[in-house]
């Protein structure tokens, strides 16, 4: 039996990597640019903080155009 198609191509899996991906690459970032100035580690946690609000917006942007 095949699973049924969602009616919408957004799901919550779309949702999950565009999360886990912009968090990611924040993440990776930062640690560049931190190592670049001498500390890998605080730019590692300041990308990962400012990679949170930065997922969360970009979550918000994909799914507010798939509304209209």
């Known amino acids: 039996m095949a ?10 899996a779309t949702a999950s990597g565009l999360l886990l991906g912009t968090v990611g690459l924040a993440m990776a970032v930062g640690a560049l640019l931190g190592w670049l100035v001498g500390s890998a580690g605080i730019g590692l ?4 903080i400012l990679g949170i609000p930065l997922s969360i917006g970009v979550v918000y942007t994909v799914y ?3 509304g209209s």
Do not use: C, K, Q, V
Not at 3 to 12: F, N, R, V
Not at 45 to 48: R, S, T
């Open 64 to 66: 507010s155009r798939a």
């Open 3 to 12: 699973a049924a198609a969602p009616s919408s191509p957004h799901s919550l």
């Open 45 to 48: 946690l300041l990308g990962a």
